[in-house]
């Protein structure tokens, strides 16, 4: 058993291909006035024809493992967060495991929509609790784009791509030749919750075992992301919040011990209300959803990568993250850095 959990390193990735609103201004009926008043995104990063989950999440592994001072023949779990894989079969997390050499690792992909990164930490809580020897690669990765409907403009302003690794492990270590990104961030606590009656608010249900096509079949606008955006809008102001107090409350914490907030960044005004509800100054929240978008379940690393970066996030700080997504799903955690 082990009750200690760190982030041995981190990295991420976003696509270099940018679509700013001007742009978008071309491909629908929309306006940089509108995007930007409802949602505070700017522009979007998508990936070039042919750029994957695991192309992405193989830039942001080295990254990551370079940080660790870890070798790809060291990592034993590798598991992928994603609605949008390489492909259904192999997974993205076997197509990684092969781009990266890394051959003693198991292999999976799983589906939590927008909370995977946090979902995964869950996982890993749990993987590490069984045998404190494991070296996990939690790659959160998305190419919304794929299952992007660019004639809806209610959903296709919203979304981008991008990917963002940790390695968890259960001990610190300290690389030969550390970066930017070698914390040993400790996970304090990590919450995940579901609520499958709310589902519909939220799919993409085209080519499933649901709605499966047939041979010669024509994709209709099932394959895409639909989004009732205000009930969604609804239950992340209500239910992130929620779930950040019970995770302080389990830990002895109130809003007082917490120096930075991540939230998921899929609409700056979900960012500012979980903010106001959380009484956390405006100051300590950081925010990036106006350079990417909602990009599911990588949001929350990208956001986390630029944070260490820009030294938003320090030595010493204690770091709130919540998110919210299809399923609908919704989690918190700590970390402390
Ligand atoms: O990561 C998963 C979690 N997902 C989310 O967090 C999304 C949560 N929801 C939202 O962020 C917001 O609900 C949206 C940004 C999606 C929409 O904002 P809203 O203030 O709820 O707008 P609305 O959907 O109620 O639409 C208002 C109006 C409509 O026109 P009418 O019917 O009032 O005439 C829409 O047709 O805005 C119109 N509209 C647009 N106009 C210009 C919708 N999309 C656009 C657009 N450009 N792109």
């Known amino acids: 058993m082990t009750d200690s959990i760190y982030f041995n390193g981190f990295g991420y990735y976003a696509p270099k291909r940018i679509i700013d609103n001007a742009e978008m201004c071309t491909i629908v009926d929309t306006t940089d006035e509108w995007i930007q008043s409802r ?4 522009e979007r990063h998508i990936v070039a024809p042919g750029e994957t989950c695991s192309d992405m999440g193989l830039v942001a592994a080295r990254q990551a493992l370079e940080a660790a001072g870890m070798n790809a023949d060291e990592i034993t779990v590798i598991m992928c967060a994603t609605v949008s894989a390489d492909s259904i079969v192999p997974s993205t997390a076997t197509r990684l495991q092969q781009k990266l050499g890394a051959t003693k ?10 909370s995977g990164y946090l979902y995964g930490m869950q996982i ?11 070296k996990i690669l939690l790659l959160a990765a998305e190419v919304l784009t794929s299952r992007t409907n660019w004639t809806d403009r209610t959903t296709c302003v919203l979304f981008g791509d991008g990917a963002g690794v940790a ?6 270590r300290s690389p030969a030749n550390p970066t930017i990104f070698s914390h040993n961030a400790r996970l304090e606590g990590v919450m995940s919750a579901a609520d499958g009656t709310q589902g519909d608010f939220l799919t993409a249900i085209g080519g499933t075992s649901g709605h499966p096509y047939k041979l010669g079949d024509t ?31 389990s830990l002895g914490y109130t809003i007082d011990d917490i120096d ?10 979900i960012i500012e209300a979980v903010g106001e509800r959380l009484n956390m100054p405006a100051e300590k929240v950081f925010v990036n959803v106006q350079k990417y978008g909602n990009t599911s379940c990588a949001s929350i690393p990208l956001a986390l990568g630029e944070a260490i970066e820009q030294n938003f996030i320090r030595p010493g700080m204690r770091v709130l993250l919540t998110t919210f997504g299809g399923g609908l799903t919704w989690s918190a955690a700590i970390l402390k850095f």
Do not use: W
């Open 219 to 249: 994709v209709g606008d099932e394959f895409f992301i639909k989004m009732n955006g205000r009930e969604v809008y609804k239950h992340a102001v209500r239910n992130m919040p929620a779930l950040c107090n019970e995770l302080m409350d």
């Open 124 to 134: 890993a809580q749990g993987l590490l609790a069984a045998n404190p020897e494991h």
């Open 39 to 42: 949602t505070g995104i700017k």
């Open 167 to 172: 390695i968890l492990s259960s001990e610190k």
């Open 105 to 114: 690792a198991m292999a999976f992909d799983f589906n939590a929509a927008c």
């Open 260 to 269: 930075a907030l991540i939230p998921h960044q899929a609409n700056l005004r």
